[in-house]
């Protein structure tokens, strides 16, 4: 069925490293890939998506990549800065309209 | 243009009651999903609607249940309520283009305790 299994639940950096957070998902109906970053009592807002037709998407620190025979997406955020910290949620879109949400990784830029 | 607004922002209800919480979308959507987000699952898929019809749900019990306006403001009712119904509850709305999915976009929430 459909599932999204997101990795790391937390993730701790020092500014400037990178960061990575991989989801894996069971099924293969999705073709829209998109994450999420959620402040601290804030409303989760869209970051970055990619759809299935392209393995690769970048938007200036932040890129996202898919592979669909392995079936997992992941993030990358370079150069990270202290505002990066966030949960980070990725999304599984399933082909009749319902959003599957990763655990969420919490990530925490060191100063 | 406006964004994703939610009524009430905050709710205190008793076991046993009822809860009717409202969603206005961005002018112009049509999607709205609810979503239920706790500190120890996350955030949960409740149900999408478009054009005031329901087009999927997620693993709620039937205590869950939505509706859409013609105007595609949303609501969700909440029967019976437990203690672990507490949450946020968020909706979101987004346009339905030819390419399927597109970007959602988030109201403040709704903050439900139950006592």
């Known amino acids: 069925g459909e599932n999204v299994e997101q990795h790391p639940s937390t993730l701790s950096v020092q500014e400037g490293d990178s960061a990575v957070i991989k989801c894996t998902y069971s099924?293969?109906?999705?073709?829209?890939f998109p994450w999420y970053k959620q402040e601290l009592g804030k409303r989760p807002q869209l970051i970055i998506d990619i759809r299935s037709n392209v393995g690769e998407k970048k938007d200036q620190r932040i890129a996202v990549t898919l592979n669909k025979t392995a079936k997992h997406f992941s993030l990358h955020i370079t150069e990270t800065q202290p505002e990066d910290s966030a949960v980070y949620f990725c999304v599984y879109t399933s082909g009749t309209y319902k959003y599957i949400f990763g655990t969420g990784t919490r990530l925490k830029v060191l100063a | 243009k406006a964004g994703v607004t939610q009524t009430p922002r905050y709710l205190i209800k008793t076991r046993g009651q009822q809860v009717t919480l409202s969603c206005s979308p961005i002018s112009g959507h049509r999607s709205v999903s609810w979503y239920q987000q706790t500190p120890g699952q996350g955030l949960q898929f409740l149900f999408e609607y478009f054009s005031e019809t329901q087009r999927n749900k997620g693993n709620f019990p039937g205590r869950f249940s939505g509706r859409q306006f013609s105007n595609s403001r949303s609501e969700m009712n909440v029967s019976t309520l437990e203690l672990g119904d507490s949450a946020l509850y968020l909706c979101?709305?987004?346009?339905?283009?030819?390419?399927?999915?597109?970007?959602?976009?988030f109201g403040p929430g709704t903050r439900l305790t139950v006592l």
């Open positions: 099924d293969s109906a999705s073709n829209y």
């Open positions: 979101a709305s987004s346009l339905v283009g030819q390419g399927g999915y597109n970007e959602q976009f």
